[in-house]
Each structure stands twice: as C-alpha cells, then as structure tokens.
C-alpha cells in the first residue's frame, strides 16, 4: 500500500512537469502552428539560471529564500528567452510552419550546446532547500516533500492559466486565435501580441518545469531538458494540441502509467508503455484527447 | 542531354572519389593527416555513408513531404542487428546480414502501415515514439544483447579479411563509396519513375492526388519502407567502418541531425542532400579539433567557449541557412548573378514539405 502511495505521488510529481512543458507548447502549437522543439532549451536555461543565480547570492542568508529568489530569477530568464525566440527568430517566417520548426530545432542545439561549453557536459548537484528532501508521512508512505511542491506548482499553473484563458482580453484573443486565427486578425486585432505573450508564457512554465526537474533529480545537465520534452511532446499529442486541460489530463496518465510500469513490471517498461499509449490514442483518435480547444 | 550530361558528371565524381585512397596529399589541416592515411579514410568513409543515408531522408521529407521524427531507429537497426549478430549470436556474417535486411524491410513495413495513417505532425509524433521505443529497447539493454550505454562492437573474426585492421581502411572506404553510389543510383532511378511522381505529387498536394483515383497511402508506405531499407543498408556500412554500434544512432537527435544535414544541403534535391550530409559529418568531426588549435584557444573566453562546440556552430549555420538560404548548399547552384553583380535566386524556393498539411488538416 505504502509502495503504492509513493509511486502515485511520484507519478502525479513526473506527469506535474510533463504538464508544464506541455502546456507552452500545445498554446504555442494551438495558436501559431509552431512545432517548438526550443522549448527543451528553455527548460535547460530555465534550470541553469536558477543553479548559477543561486550560486552567486551569498547575501541572502536563509536556504529556501535563497532558493526562491534564484528560481524567480530562473523563471524570468525563460520568460525573456521565450518572447526573444518569438519576436527574433519566429516572427520573420509566419506561416511557414517547417521553416520554423526547424529554426526551433536549430535553436535547441546551439544553446544545449552553448550551455555544455560553459558549465561543462556533467552532472551538477542542485542546490535545493533540505526541507524538499525531509519526507511526510500519508498512509504509512514517507513522500518526499517535493513531490509536493511539484503537484502544487502545476495545479497552480492550471489554475493560473485557465483563469487567463478564460477571464481577461488576452485569454479572450489567445482562445479565440486558437479556434480561428484567421478571423481574429480580420476583425483588427492585433494578434502578433498575443504570439509574443504565448512564448512568454511557455518559457516560464518550461523554465518552472527546469527547476522542479533539478530538485526533483537532484542533479541538472544540459541534455535534462530534450529528455524531458520528448515525453512532454507524447503529452501533447495525447492531450490533444491546443488543449491546456487535455495536457493536464494526458500528463497525469503519462505520468503514472511510467512509474506504474516502471516498478511493477521492469525498469524501461514505462517509457515504453507510453509510447504505445501514444500510438493507440493517435490510431483511434488521431486528434488527440481533446482536439483545439483552449480551455 | 541535360540527363546524359548528369550521368557525365556522376560518373566523374565518384571516379575522383575512388581514386582517393591512391593519393597521397598533404591535407593542411584540413583533415588530421594525409589524404590516403586510414584516419582521413575513415573520416571520408562516414562522411560518404552519411551522405547516402542523408539522401534516404531527403527521399522522404524532400521527395514524398514525410516529416519523420524516427528515421535514426532504421538507420539503428542496421548498425545493432549486425553488431550483435556477429558478437551476441555468433552468426556467420551473411546470415547476419540476410537476418538485417528482412527486418530492415519487414519493420518500416508494419511501423510505416501505422504512422502513416495520421499524417503532418501527427505523423512526425507517431514515428518519433517508434524512434524513442527503440532508444529505450536498446538502453533496457535486453538478454544482454545491446550492451546499454556501452553499445556492442562488431566481433571482427567474422568479417572477411580485406575490411580488418587499419591497413584496410581504404577497403572499407570504398564499401562507404559503394554505398553511396547504390543510394544514389536507386533514389534517382525511384524519383524518376512512375511511382516517384506520384511521391513529389504528395507532396505538392496530396488531396489532388486522391481526386485523380490515386491512393497516397501505398506510394507513401513505398517511399517509407525503401527510405528506411536503405538507411538499414547504410547503418550496416557505418558499423563495420566504426567497427561498433553505441546508443547515440538510435536517439531522436540522430534523427534531427540527418534533418539537418538535409536542410543544410537542399531539401528536395539529389546532389543538395549527399553534399549536406557530407558537409555536416565533416563539421561535426572536425570543428572539435580545430577548436583545440592555437588560434581558437587564443580568442577571448565570450568567442573560444561557442567556437569549441560543433552542435553551436552547426546549430547556428543552419538557422542562418533557413533565413538567407532556404534552398541550402544547392541553392548557391540556382544563385545567378544580377545587373551590378547582385546575387538572387532565379525563383522561389520554397521547402519542400511545406505543404505537408495545409492549413485545414491541421489537428
């Protein structure tokens, strides 16, 4: 019982990333056609950022501030990354959508790579508040508190996000640009913003998931994030791209699907399962979950 | 005339390439010693395998408009089932070699039969997973067969004397050549033909292609199981050039560099793609050595770190190459020179694959 607890909130933990990563970019997908294979790189920066801002903050006494400040920090790093990729490299190739995946996937290998030049190819020891690592008691499992952390960061995310989507003017236009762009723009609204704020959007959530992955492994290396990513691509498609809530849905399945298989059956198990998941949802349903629609 | 003037040429190039092993030049640092030496051969080697297995991609992306996010796991299978057949299984090499090739052409048969009913990104999705399935297959490590992360090297006893040992090398170089040589004697043959057509009718519009009574779904299953086949093909020269298999073949990002070698080349074209591959082994090999000399490690930290990574330098080549380039390599070719020398392309270039899904078959 003990072991089932622990493997359904590491599962909820692991599927809490994979939503964050796949929220940015099914929006970004749902709103610009953009398959954005950067994003990777935004968890990578996202998750660096915070280690190196961390280091540097000796005048901040207390552990978790610390920590706190230096995820902020790690968190605006991948907002800016996001609206720069948008606004440097995605902006001159609208609606040449393979164009821009492949800028997206160049994109990916050059800063994975310049990451690697700088902090080297090895693994690096995160620094996280010891308190992530003391364990509560629920059902006679010890749990890892970050587990905790990592759920709640993403319930959060979901709320966040839906909340936008559904109760202010950019929400308004980004739902609206995700059913029909074309429409949007004839009716004179600018939707270039909206693009710009979706890439924000999607670098914070993917540098969020960055963070929670270092505590989460322990450890941060710059090939982390496209590990992460693909999952979180299997998410997408699953959920359904442009679907925040099939995201959500598909990453809880994902997630506890792996870890299920994982320790029940053999290690490796998991990931394979969920490929299969993945190839049995697009055969029967070959849109997903819940194809396009943004709430 | 234009096609026996293409022959010509063909037949000039890879006559020069065959003589290479004879020639005995001071490369300059260029390559690490001289031309004939077995490690500029073996370079070359790789750079001529993955040249062909560059253009078996571009038969898909370029020709049919199949983005496929998995073709590394074919190329895998090559390079894995002869490693372990001959170390693991203690097979004879041409029992090894028959065993690949039914598998090279049964698996894109039933993968390709899957995949290729979601099409776009979809598509791309689908086959990345079988890609990924594959990475983890080999990680799992099953029976001991795929030795992890440590890989399996091919169990030399079993191969025929004249591809052993260093001094061979040029032997091995000239079954890369070979290799390429078929590659491109096939995709040309299959272009050409009626079914090739059909292919690059696909992938202009493929809604078209069934108002005229066609089904895409067989010529695309044929562009997807000869592609692959061929890219089991050249992961079975690679290994016996390299002498191992090593998990990196089967991970996504192969099959990103082989898009990328595409792209760098020319998407859609038969000379673009080998160039592109050749291109992008060469880099990908030499940038890290030529980053250890004494003028890269004199430059200033902010130039010296990028400059010591290939995958930056690459990266970076190849996003400039999608803006100012979009041809790639063999769009200089299309490049005319203007009134007051102004270079333009004489017509618009557009990526190939472009319309793999048209706005409203997006999902």
Known sequence: ?295 | MRRALGIVVAVAVFGLLALVPKVSLDTHGVFSSELNSPGTLQLLGLMLVFGGVALTYDLLFGFTGLLSFGHALYFAVGVYLTAIGTTKWDWSLPKTLAFTALVGLVLPLVLGAVSLRVAGIAFAMVTLAFAEAGSILVDKNPHGWSGGEEGVAVAFQKLPESFVGVLNTKNLYWLALAYLVVVFVIVNWAVDSSPGRVWQAIRENERRVEVLGLQPFRFKLMAFVLSSFLATAGGVVYVLLIGGATPQVTTPSFTLALLLMVVIGGTGTRWGAVLGGVVYTFLDNRLLDWSDSQTIQDLPKALRIPLSEPLFVLGTLFILLVYFLPGGLAGLARLRPRRGGVALLDEVTTTPGATVEPEAERV
């Open chain 1, 1 to 295: 019982m003990d072991t089932f607890v622990l493997l359904t909130l590491t599962g909820l933990a692991l599927g809490a990333m994979y939503f964050l990563i796949a929220s940015g970019l099914s929006l970004i997908y749902g709103l610009m056609g953009v398959l954005n294979f950067a994003h990777g790189a935004f968890i990578t920066v996202g998750t660096y950022a915070t280690w190196w801002s961390e280091s540097k903050l000796d005048a901040i006494g207390s552990d978790p501030l610390r920590f706190v400040v230096a995820a902020g920090i790690g968190l605006l790093c991948g907002a800016v990354l996001g609206a720069l990729v948008e606004i440097v490299l995605i902006r001159p190739l609208y609606q040449r959508h393979i164009e821009q995946a492949l800028v997206t996937v160049g994109l990916s290998l050059a800063l994975i790579a310049l990451v690697q030049g700088i902090w080297g190819p090895t693994e690096r020891i995160y620094p996280t508040p010891k308190w992530m690592y003391e364990t509560t008691s629920i059902l006679g499992a010890q749990i890892p508190n970050d587990r905790f952390v990592e759920i709640a960061a993403a319930v959060v995310t979901l709320g966040a996000l839906t909340a936008f989507l559904r109760y202010t003017r950019y929400g308004l236009i980004i739902r609206a640009g995700v059913e029909n762009r074309a429409m949007v723009t004839a009716l004179g609204i600018d939707v270039k913003k909206a693009f710009t704020l979706v890439f924000a959007i999607g670098g914070v959530a993917a540098a969020l998931a960055g963070v929670l992955a270092g505590v989460y492994f322990g450890s941060v290396d710059p090939h982390q994030g496209t590990s992460l990513l693909i999952f979180a691509f299997i998410v997408t498609v699953i959920g359904g791209l442009g679907s925040i809530t099939g995201s959500a849905v598909a990453a809880v399945a994902v997630g506890l699907i792996q870890q299920y298989a994982n320790y029940y059956a053999s290690s490796g198990t998991g990931d394979l399962a969920v490929v299969l998941l993945l190839a049995l949802t697009l055969l029967v349903k070959p849109g997903g979950l819940a194809p396009k629609v943004a709430h």
